[in-house]
């Protein structure tokens, strides 16, 4: 819902809000502090008056720095006026009287009406929360806040302290300009703000409702410390505190959101939790990894945190190879320390890690397995070929006895 309303010269502005504040109304102070200033709205008729001029007299006008007057101006009546008057229009004016003696000046200054303003609210905790916004129209023209709110559930004994539906000022700091805070808000309860946008040419409003479980978000978490875990080379602590602006409250608890990275990576592990520490058991030895966390509350109510700011550790690296690299650099120092020896060291240098040993396990065992099929393989070879060669002997042996076994039979048996 917004409105909008004209508010002629510098005479008293009153905002009329009943519609967002219960039929309550709030006075604009008189004038601006600008003595000697008027204001016009960019696109309208502007009338200047010769407030030192007598009634039926000659005046002459005159622009400050300008040899002649705005095209389309004319004097009537004594005073100056200025049809569609636009930005360019602005600048200082003196009426003079017959004599040219100067009568009066005026400082014309040119703007637009306020526009509604654009306005979101947040709670760092669930006690209090701010709003800020900012003007959705350039208006060139000095411009006021009146900053509002009001209880839209009341309670019996609310609505008999305060029949006009407990309304009260969203208060704002000099030192955050466009901003304001509503204190001692209650977490379960919902509020209307009005945010009134003034300026000498009119006002113009927004009104906004807030529930608390909405706009709930907590500030970053603070004190992140990462470190490596002795004897882990894959393992970082991480642990953080609540943010300050998070009262200590055991109904109110928040949940975390921890991220982590090896620098060298674009891509981040994420975690869950609701304590205020956490082991990384899946880092990369040896890495610099940058980590993160956020806070949120406990039973999911608002938005997560913003990120806190990085912190950065480096597991350390695997002991065998760390052990290794520490054994070969002492022993380079050594033998740069050391005369030559004219004769070779008998005793060999033993090089090889773990990873080296198992490599070479590895190719030995497969190196094995394959022998150990062509052995397999050459033998079944062998023993059919031998096989075969043993059946075809057999043969010509069989027809010769059964050739002998005819012959010896009579011709009548034959027959």
């Given at each position: 819902m917004t409105m909008r309303s004209p508010i002629p010269g510098l005479g008293r502005v009153m905002v009329f809000v009943a519609a967002a504040l219960a039929s309550a109304s709030l006075a604009i102070p008189e004038g601006w502090g600008e003595e000697g200033v008027q204001y016009g709205q960019v696109g309208t008729d502007v009338t200047l008056l010769c407030s030192g001029a007598h009634p039926g007299s000659t005046v002459q006008w005159r622009r400050v720095g300008a040899t002649e007057l705005p095209e389309g101006s004319a004097i009537r009546q004594g005073a100056l006026l200025l049809p569609h008057a636009g930005l360019a229009t602005m600048g200082t004016y003196s009426c003079h009287g017959e004599d040219g003696g100067l009568l009066h000046t005026v400082s014309l200054r040119m703007g637009h009406l306020p526009g509604v303003p654009f306005v979101s609210c947040r709670a760092s905790d669930y006690e209090n929360f701010s709003c800020s916004w900012t003007s959705s129209v350039e208006t060139f023209l000095p411009t006021r806040y009146i900053t509002t709110y009001r209880k839209k559930s009341l309670t019996g004994e609310e609505k008999r302290r305060n029949k006009n539906g407990h309304v009260g000022l969203c208060l704002q700091d000099p030192s955050r300009p466009g901003t304001c805070t509503v204190h001692g808000s209650e977490f379960w309860s919902s509020y209307r703000l009005n945010i009134t946008e003034v300026n000498p040419l009119g006002s113009s409003f927004r009104l906004l409702d807030v529930t608390m479980q909405a706009i709930i978000k907590p500030d970053p978490p603070e004190g992140l410390v990462v470190k490596p875990v002795p004897l882990a080379p894959r393992r970082l602590h991480v642990s953080w505190k609540y943010p300050s602006s998070w009262p200590k409250e055991p109904h109110f608890q928040l949940r975390f959101r921890l991220q982590y990275r090896p620098i060298i990576h674009r891509s981040w592990s994420v975690v869950e939790t609701v304590n205020l520490s956490e082991v990384i058991t899946d880092a990369f030895a040896g890495l610099e990894?940058?980590?993160?966390?956020?806070?949120?509350?406990?039973?999911?109510?608002?938005?997560?945190?913003?990120?806190?700011?990085?912190?950065?550790?480096?597991?350390?690296?695997?002991?065998?190879?760390?052990?290794?690299?520490?054994?070969?650099?002492?022993?380079?120092?050594?033998?740069?320390?050391?005369?030559?020896?004219?004769?070779?060291?008998?005793?060999?240098?033993?090089?090889?890690?773990?990873?080296?040993?198992?490599?070479?396990?590895?190719?030995?065992?497969?190196?094995?397995?394959?022998?150990?099929?062509?052995?397999?393989?050459?033998?079944?070879?062998?023993?059919?070929?031998?096989?075969?060669?043993?059946?075809?002997?057999?043969?010509?042996?069989?027809?010769?006895?059964?050739?002998?076994?005819?012959?010896?039979?009579?011709?009548?048996?034959?027959?």
């Open positions: 990894h940058v980590v993160q966390v956020s806070a949120k509350d406990f039973l999911d109510a608002g938005n997560w945190s913003e990120w806190s700011a990085e912190a950065r550790a480096t597991p350390v690296r695997d002991l065998a190879t760390t052990t290794s690299e520490e054994t070969t650099t002492d022993a380079s120092l050594e033998s740069l320390a050391e005369e030559p020896s004219q004769a070779p060291n008998p005793e060999p240098i033993n090089r090889s890690d773990p990873l080296e040993k198992m490599a070479v396990l590895v190719s030995l065992g497969i190196f094995a397995f394959f022998v150990l099929a062509a052995v397999l393989v050459i033998t079944v070879l062998i023993w059919l070929r031998v096989r075969k060669h043993g059946k075809e002997k057999t043969k010509p042996h069989n027809f010769l006895v059964a050739a002998t076994h005819l012959k010896a039979l009579p011709k009548a048996q034959i027959l």
